[in-house]
T-cell receptor, first 113, second 111 residues
Framework: NAGVTQTPKFRVLKTGQSMTLLCAQDMNHEYMYWYRQDPGMGLRLIHYSVGEGTTAKGEVPDGYNVSRLKKQNFLLGLESAAPSQTSVYFC????????????FGPGTRLTVL | KQEVTQIPAALSVPEGENLVLNCSFTDSAIYNLQWFRQDPGKGLTSLLLIQSSQREQTSGRLNASLDKSSGRSTLYIAASQPGDSATYLCAVNSGYSTLTFGKGTMLLVSP
């Protein structure tokens, strides 16, 4: 099992450009999450999904959109990138909301110039 | 709103020492608490998961305890090794499909 994988690993964007980050998991987990990690701020939840076709906002959703068309994939989109979105993005998944252990991907390092 | 605090922010110890990392949270209504390890430039590796009904969990040289009523958890690392050097993160699951993270303790174990 690959666990949770993320594509791409690194990306540099110019302000105003758009991109999509892909997260895939092969553990048949229902729940998937997108976090961002910034120095001094820790990890913060952007959006999450409790199942195929569902999405919900987390703590810092502005400027991002998500889609969960297939159970194993969770996409994070930036429609018009801003320098404030320079961060490391982590995807995670778990099999249940209440008691489930979350498993994390290796991260995507995004720089917006 | 749940808040998670980790003390100390950084810790440097010689190899072989036993050490304790602390985590506190403001809202005791939690489902579980998870300890992670993060190496520089890498993702998060889950170390231990403690359900709200449990008092402690052990894995090898690691032991995590949970006192839900007082809003505290500790991660005990026995006989520390240089390979234990990393940032340790505590995260609380308050049951709304989210984890609230502390800012971590950066551990350096010197040979």
């Amino acid at each position: 099992n690959a666990g949770v994988t993320q594509t791409p690993k690194f990306r540099v964007l110019k302000t105003g450009q758009s991109m999509t980050l892909l997260c895939a998991q092969d553990m048949n987990h229902e729940y998937m999450y997108w976090y961002r990690q910034d120095p001094g701020m820790g990890l913060r939840l952007i959006h999450y999904s409790v199942g195929e076709g569902t999405t919900a906002k987390g703590e810092v959703p502005d400027g991002y959109n998500v889609s969960r068309l297939k159970k194993q994939n969770f996409l994070l989109g930036l429609e018009s990138a801003a320098p404030s979105q320079t961060s490391v993005y982590f995807c995670a998944s778990s099999y249940s909301r209440a008691g489930g252990e979350q498993f994390f991907g290796p991260g995507t390092r995004l720089t917006v110039l | 709103k749940q808040e998670v605090t980790q003390i100390p922010a950084a810790l440097s110890v010689p190899e072989g020492e036993n050490l304790v990392l602390n985590c506190s949270f403001t809202d005791s209504a939690i489902y579980n608490l998870q300890w992670f390890r993060q190496d520089p430039g890498k993702g998060l590796t889950s170390l231990l998961l403690i359900q709200s009904s449990q008092r402690e969990q052990t894995s090898g040289r690691l032991n995590a305890s949970l006192d839900k009523s007082s809003g505290r958890s500790t991660l005990y690392i026995a006989a520390s090794q240089p390979g234990d050097s990393a940032t340790y993160l505590c995260a609380v699951n308050s049951g709304y499909s989210t984890l609230t993270f502390g800012k971590g303790t950066m551990l350096l174990v010197s040979p």
